[in-house]
């Protein structure tokens, strides 16, 4: 592939095309939801948290360009595992290094969607989950 | 099928006159096919703007001295083209706004906000809009209680015609519609429709931000009483736009704008107007944007519409044939390239539209991804966003033979 197409390097196409997180969660404790109009953007995350505060499963559902879609997937796997604290500090920054490209201001939203969604997710227990 | 040598412009010499072609984009000739959003911009009327603060800059109507009557000159006299561009009867049904969205909004404003719309009246407009028209008439009900009501597109993007019949009462006083879809391209009857808004005592209201850039337009013949469009995409400059109003409509719409040059006799307390259309030219207006319209204006005569417009349609239907034959690729609105202006929206299967237009970039395409400012046409052909090409009189075949290119590049990529 052109160098020119950076943006589409394997590592983002494979999470988009084959998202290890994608896809409905059972027994989620904490769930948002975050839209970006202006590309039709729409992610959905929910959290499966221990009541130790680890984060034990992370998945999204939404639709989404390759940018966005691969960042809520990269970002799901960086959160599993860690503790609530950890993921609270995620920053745009780190969402950037993950990817490994540099982004246009106007692509960079894509990119910091999944991180949106994460920050409210943290802060808001999933419907019924009664916890 | 359409051949660069058949086609109703000589696209080579036209390119000559926009000096953004002599530059490349990634290393790569640029091919521009966003005109949809704006149009790019002529040496004359570069000139023509320069010209203005270069040689006669004054403020235009009261100065005393040769560069005010001559900056008011050029001023004026773009108004008397423009208004022979779209065929008013007279230059005083031309009023300079900043844009079509807010030509609209002082129609909205003018007789709807704060006009003679009462609580329970209806305003008739339609899903295909652009935001521009849809929101202004947002505040209307807002603010008066107005009630909006909206005619639906059938399978092939076009008005459904039979709705007005139901939609149209006596209570009906606004009826709003594009003239060509942002979006689709369908280019809609508005003949017909402002017709049938006199029949039961309402006004018609036309976005004409696509037609008037690509189609002649003849405000006598479509009938209509406002129709509201921009410079930008028309070749001419950022920042002006067109209220064109029959005098008599524009003699009963209240100003949006309080100020200088709209006045007649200022009180402390109280304030009279002066004449359409100066009292809806309330500050200092931008006078280089209207003088480098008049010369978009000149230059758009000079190709003559009637060329612009068959140009275009050639342009569609090829483009309409070679989208239409690469796989899981979608396009969106009327299949008759005459039925629609030169704008193709499309989706594909494998990629979002702000993928394929990231990819197209990198080859030197540029292309528009997203919701077009047409959320409500989205949510009715039920995607989240379309790609979008649009053409324009600098536009010919090899533009959609380096789009399909592209198209080709994104295929494998993400398939």
């Known amino acids: 592939m052109a160098a020119s197409y950076a943006m589409y390097q394997e590592q983002i196409l494979e999470h988009y095309k084959k998202p290890r997180h994608r896809g409905p969660l059972e027994g989620a404790t904490h769930e948002a939801r975050e839209s970006n109009p202006l590309c039709g953007d729409d992610l959905t995350l929910r959290l499966r948290v221990e009541g130790s505060g680890r984060i034990e499963e992370a998945r999204f559902e939404g639709q989404g360009c390759a940018i966005s879609l691969a960042s809520a997937d990269m970002l799901a796997e960086r959160i599993v595992g860690k503790g609530v604290g950890e993921a609270e500090v995620v920053s745009p920054r780190d969402v950037q290094a993950m990817l490994g490209i540099p982004l246009s201001a106007v692509r960079e939203k894509c990119a910091v969607l999944a991180l949106d969604v994460l920050r409210q997710a943290l802060r808001r227990k999933a419907p019924g989950s009664g916890t | ?415």
């Not at chain 2, 109703?8 to 926009?18: G, M």
């Not at chain 2, 939609?167 to 060509?180: F, G, S």
Request: proline share 4%.
């Open chain 2, 1 to 415: 099928m359409a051949r660069a040598s058949n086609l109703p412009l000589q696209v080579p010499s036209i390119k000559r006159d926009f000096p953004i072609f002599e530059r490349t984009i990634h290393d790569k000739p640029l091919v521009y096919l966003d005109s949809a959003a704006t149009s790019q911009k002529p040496r004359a009327v570069i000139d023509a703007e320069a010209d203005f603060y270069g040689r006669y800059n004054a403020n235009v109507h009261r100065a005393i001295y040769e560069l005010g009557e001559e900056a008011t000159r050029e001023y004026e006299g773009a108004r008397e083209r423009i208004a022979g561009f779209v065929r008013a009867k007279s230059p005083n049904e031309i009023v300079f706004t900043k844009s079509t969205t807010e030509a609209i909004n002082l129609v909205a404003y003018g007789i709807g906000v704060k006009g003679r719309i009462r609580e329970g009246d209806e305003i008739v407009g339609t899903v295909l809009e652009h935001h521009s028209n849809h929101v202004p008439w947002h505040f209307v009900k807002e603010h008066r209680g107005a009630v909006l009501k909206y005619v639906d597109i059938d399978d092939d993007g076009r008005l459904r015609m039979e709705a007005y019949d139901e939609l149209l009462t006596k209570r009906t006083k606004i009826v709003t519609v594009a003239h060509a879809s942002n979006v689709l391209g369908t280019i809609n009857d508005v003949r017909e429709i402002a017709k049938r808004a006199h029949e039961v005592g309402a006004v018609c209201v036309v976005d004409a931000a696509q037609s008037v850039p690509h189609l002649p337009v003849d405000v006598q013949a479509l009938g209509c009483d406002y129709l509201a469009f921009s410079g930008h995409k028309m070749l001419g400059p950022t920042g002006i736009g067109v209220l064109y109003g029959r005098e008599d409509v524009l003699a009963e719409t209240e100003p949006l704008l309080g100020g200088g040059e709209m006045i007649r006799e200022v009180h402390l307390g109280t304030s009279t107007w002066t004449d359409v259309p100066f009292r809806f030219e309330g500050g200092t207006p931008n006078i280089a944007g209207a003088i480098g319209l008049g010369a978009a204006v000149d230059y758009l005569a000079k190709l003559g519409m009637d060329a612009v417009r068959r140009h275009e349609i050639e342009l569609t239907a090829y483009a309409l044939e070679a989208l239409g034959g690469l796989d899981g690729v979608r396009v969106y609105g009327p299949r008759d390239a005459k039925a629609r202006s030169g704008v193709v929206s499309f989706t594909m299967e494998a990629a979002h539209p702000h993928d394929i237009a990231s990819i197209l970039d990198v080859e030197g395409v540029c292309i528009r991804s997203g919701h077009h400012c047409a959320q409500p046409l989205m949510e009715r052909l039920n995607v989240p966003a379309t790609a979008r090409a649009s053409f324009y009189v600098y536009n010919d075949i090899e533009d959609t033979d380096r789009l399909v290119a592209g198209l080709r590049k994104v295929h494998e990529v993400f398939a």
